[in-house]
């Protein structure tokens, strides 16, 4: 029996990429017109354009500064919340439903309720941390509430220190819940965030662009700026779970280097 042949990863997403691609350009021939579906020729000329301009660097650099201002802090307080609810019921059952709220409210409502309160420039970062917040904190509740009970029993017998309990038992049982929640809200961070700056008319922002190219009809441009929003996402996303990646590794070598004693 024949061994079938698999393709490197690079190369099964090359072929990916460009099936897709191809899908677009042949929509785009049927349609024939170029201010409704641009082919990518046209589209990849653009952003070439685009990259030329120091605008399209500032706009870029300002939107990842904010969107991830506003994952970062989500991520940080949905892990204290999380944690604080898995532990303590009366503190669950007091931010159960704010965060059932938050996350049955369309986007759009946060967004002008946010016009109403704050500067408009933060706005991306308030509206990206309100809709990572919920998962993170959903993700990580759950993965405390998972530990396995056998092992925090056999802990108490051995007399493990409270250090040892999180870095050997419920540091490993939330990061999987964590890790998972983490790249599924890079995505509702940016589409979130984007969305946020295309309502509050952020100034140098990737949405104001989508929003300026939308009124005077560029649909290359806007096919351009989402090309680069998807590309910043993806490219975040990867080098955020390379990271955690490598540290998984290094604590498992160093976990089998140097065994810690139990007291």
Not at 165 to 187: D, M, N, W
Not at 226 to 255: G, Q
Request: proline content about 5%.
């Amino acid at each position: 029996m024949k061994k079938r042949v698999r393709l490197p990863a690079p190369l099964r997403a090359l072929i990916v990429f460009v099936f897709w691609v191809g899908v677009w350009w042949i929509i785009s021939a049927i349609v024939g017109k170029e201010v409704l579906i641009p082919s990518p020729p046209v589209v990849a000329a653009h952003l070439f354009g685009l990259l030329k301009t120091s605008d399209f660097y500032l706009s870029v650099g300002l939107s990842v500064l904010r969107i991830t201002a506003g994952f970062a802090a989500a991520v940080l307080l949905g892990i204290i919340t999380g944690v604080v609810c898995a532990v303590s019921k009366p503190v669950d059952a007091l931010l159960s439903p704010l965060f059932s709220v938050i996350k049955a409210t369309p986007v759009a409502s946060f967004i002008i309720l946010a016009l109403v309160w704050i500067n408009k420039e933060l706005i991306p970062v308030f509206i990206s941390a309100l809709m990572v917040l919920p998962v993170i904190h959903g993700n990580v509740r759950e993965g405390v509430i998972s530990t396995d009970k056998e092992l925090l029993e056999m802990a108490k017998i051995f007399g493990f220190s409270k250090k040892q309990k999180l870095t050997r038992i419920y540091l490993p049982s939330v990061s999987p819940y964590l890790a998972a929640g983490v790249k599924t809200c890079l995505g509702l961070a940016w589409k979130a965030g984007v969305a946020s700056e295309v309502l509050c008319f952020a100034a140098y922002s990737i949405g104001n662009k989508l929003y300026q190219s939308k009124v005077y009809l560029e649909t290359a441009d806007m096919f351009a700026w989402t090309a680069t929003v998807i590309a910043i996402s993806i490219i975040i996303e990867k080098l955020l779970m390379s990271f955690v990646n490598i540290k998984k590794k290094k604590k498992r070598y160093d976990n089998s280097k140097k065994p810690e004693k139990v007291v």
